[in-house]
């Protein structure tokens, strides 16, 4: 039986390890084909009896569709179409002249940044902002899900210790020297570990707050640092993508050359050279023809893909998609929450953690007052926008392309809609008829 290695800082927790898989997926989708090459033998892997070097240079050849990242980035940007609002009264010059302007000592304005940690929560389903003192005055650290590998609850429900990775980067002449750390925070203490055989005490300070400054933005959680990433199952649907586009390509490449065939009489293939500068001699009773893909095996791998591209570039319209009103058994009370779309939900989410970090800044920095957070959540283009741009075009006072920007700018066309692309398609399938005219 197997002696159990003996815990040390570096454990994690439970909930951690079972969340681990599921963020390192997101995150290797999320970074595109070249991470997906690199891990290759869990994303692709090789086909039973495919030789190695084919399957290496099946890999060298993926190139993956981004759907996960484009999501991110429309659904953010949805989300932050327009500016927030840091609401604060005319003695909170502080925070007007040096805080907002660089909440995170590297010259990131408050909007910048939040929108960067609002995209990680919604990337990876939490995201968690770490506030620390600072020299001057406290600044803000995004602490990705990934590194935040522990947390703990007191009977209060308040965090009693939480431990996360970061990196240190220090110039060493002329080169840049990173340097792994474990940090550790408690209430009382604050510990920073360095690795040298084993995780080891580098410095040790007091926590002077008494609490653990960490606030946390939840899309859908269910524990202390597990929960649903909303786009889980979009990042799956990115890594089937990239399979079947990898075994299109391959078949396509072998489909492309026909192959030489010769029936009756006996050859060495040395004998037989095959090209448009050569000529071939064969027996009087043998003939020669050439064997091709009958492209059925391809037509399918299309129709899969294609399929499958149509459900990743709409994914995201489900999160903005208001669902109905759903009343009580009595019929007197609605839930208002019922009738937002899952993104509006997200941004209410995230305005409560903003508000929060904001309390906690205006604690460690002692200022006697904070701006208030809000950002408006009527960010959703309603149904009666795409069907005025319509009317419009129907009218003639409106391009058709004008109108299609406009119905994609508006969420009712998928943000893969190519526009350029569908007037090429448009004009290969020739004129349709009058009634069904949206030229």
Same mark, same amino acid.
């Given at each position: 039986m197997a002696q159990k290695s003996k815990a040390d800082v570096s454990t994690p927790s439970i909930e951690f390890q079972s969340m681990s898989p599921v963020w390192q997926m997101i995150a290797d989708v999320y970074a595109g084909s070249e991470a997906l090459r690199q891990h290759g033998s869990v994303y692709i892997p090789q086909h039973h009896s495919e030789p190695s070097?084919?399957?290496?240079?099946?890999?060298?050849?993926?190139?993956?569709?981004?759907?996960?990242?484009?999501?991110?980035?429309?659904?953010?940007?949805r989300t932050f179409s327009r500016d927030p609002v840091f609401d604060m009264s005319d003695d909170a010059a502080p925070w007007r002249d040096e805080f907002l302007p660089d909440v995170d000592h590297q010259k990131h304005a408050a909007p910048t940044f939040l929108r960067d940690w609002f995209a990680c929560g919604l990337k990876f389903g939490c995201a968690h902002l770490l506030i620390e003192p600072g020299v001057n005055r406290p600044r803000w650290r995004i602490i990705d899900p990934r590194d935040l590998f522990f947390a703990a609850l007191d009977g209060n429900g308040d965090l009693s210790e939480i431990r996360y990775h970061r990196s240190?980067?220090?110039?060493?002449?002329?080169?840049?020297?990173?340097?792994?750390?474990?940090? *550790?925070?408690?209430?009382?203490?604050?510990e920073v570990y360095r690795e040298d055989k084993e995780w080891a005490v580098h410095s040790t300070e007091a926590n002077t707050l008494g609490r653990i400054p960490l606030v946390p933005f939840f899309i859908e959680r269910e524990g202390i640092l597990a929960c649903e990433p909303p786009l889980r199952d979009l990042a799956e649907l990115q890594i089937s993508h990239a399979r079947k586009r990898s075994d299109l390509d391959t078949t396509l490449r072998v489909a492309s050359f026909p192959m030489l065939a010769v029936q009756g009489g006996s050859y060495d293939e040395s004998q037989l050279i095959v090209g448009p500068h050569a000529l071939i001699e064969l027996d009087p009773d043998s003939t020669a023809f050439y064997v091709e893909h009958t492209g059925t095996a391809v037509q399918i791998l299309m129709n899969d893909l294609k399929a499958l591209e149509e459900r990743a570039a709409t994914f995201g319209a489900q999160i903005t998609k208001k669902r109905p009103s759903v009343e009580t058994a009595t019929g007197a009370v609605v839930n208002a929450n019922s009738a937002l779309a899952p993104l509006?939900?997200?941004? &209410?989410?995230? %305005?409560?953690?903003?508000?929060?970090? &904001? !309390? &906690?800044?205006?604690?460690i920095w002692g200022q006697s007052? *904070?701006? #208030?957070?809000?950002?408006? %959540?009527?960010? &959703? #283009?309603?149904?009666?926008?795409?069907?005025?741009?319509?009317?419009?075009?129907?009218?003639?006072?409106?391009?058709? %392309?004008? !109108?299609?920007s406009e119905l994609k700018r508006r969420g009712a066309l998928s943000s893969a809609f190519d526009i350029e692309v569908n007037e090429e398609r448009l004009e290969s399938e020739g004129p349709i008829a009058a009634n069904g005219d949206f030229a």
């Amino acid at each position: 039986m197997a002696q159990k290695s003996k815990a040390d800082v570096s454990t994690p927790s439970i909930e951690f390890q079972s969340m681990s898989p599921v963020w390192q997926m997101i995150a290797d989708v999320y970074a595109g084909s070249e991470a997906l090459r690199q891990h290759g033998s869990v994303y692709i892997p090789q086909h039973h009896s495919e030789p190695s070097e084919a399957y290496a240079e099946r890999l060298d050849n993926l190139v993956a569709f981004n759907f996960l990242r484009q999501t991110v980035e429309e659904l953010t940007g949805r989300t932050f179409s327009r500016d927030p609002v840091f609401d604060m009264s005319d003695d909170a010059a502080p925070w007007r002249d040096e805080f907002l302007p660089d909440v995170d000592h590297q010259k990131h304005a408050a909007p910048t940044f939040l929108r960067d940690w609002f995209a990680c929560g919604l990337k990876f389903g939490c995201a968690h902002l770490l506030i620390e003192p600072g020299v001057n005055r406290p600044r803000w650290r995004i602490i990705d899900p990934r590194d935040l590998f522990f947390a703990a609850l007191d009977g209060n429900g308040d965090l009693s210790e939480i431990r996360y990775h970061r990196s240190v980067t220090a110039i060493d002449g002329f080169e840049e020297v990173k340097t792994p750390e474990i940090v *550790r925070m408690t209430p009382e203490l604050i510990e920073v570990y360095r690795e040298d055989k084993e995780w080891a005490v580098h410095s040790t300070e007091a926590n002077t707050l008494g609490r653990i400054p960490l606030v946390p933005f939840f899309i859908e959680r269910e524990g202390i640092l597990a929960c649903e990433p909303p786009l889980r199952d979009l990042a799956e649907l990115q890594i089937s993508h990239a399979r079947k586009r990898s075994d299109l390509d391959t078949t396509l490449r072998v489909a492309s050359f026909p192959m030489l065939a010769v029936q009756g009489g006996s050859y060495d293939e040395s004998q037989l050279i095959v090209g448009p500068h050569a000529l071939i001699e064969l027996d009087p009773d043998s003939t020669a023809f050439y064997v091709e893909h009958t492209g059925t095996a391809v037509q399918i791998l299309m129709n899969d893909l294609k399929a499958l591209e149509e459900r990743a570039a709409t994914f995201g319209a489900q999160i903005t998609k208001k669902r109905p009103s759903v009343e009580t058994a009595t019929g007197a009370v609605v839930n208002a929450n019922s009738a937002l779309a899952p993104l509006q939900g997200y941004a &209410l989410a995230f %305005i409560e953690a903003v508000n929060e970090a &904001l !309390a &906690l800044t205006q604690e460690i920095w002692g200022q006697s007052t *904070r701006p #208030a957070f809000s950002m408006s %959540i009527d960010f &959703l #283009a309603p149904d009666s926008d795409a069907q005025s741009i319509i009317r419009l075009r129907e009218l003639g006072d409106i391009s058709r %392309i004008d !109108a299609l920007s406009e119905l994609k700018r508006r969420g009712a066309l998928s943000s893969a809609f190519d526009i350029e692309v569908n007037e090429e398609r448009l004009e290969s399938e020739g004129p349709i008829a009058a009634n069904g005219d949206f030229a």
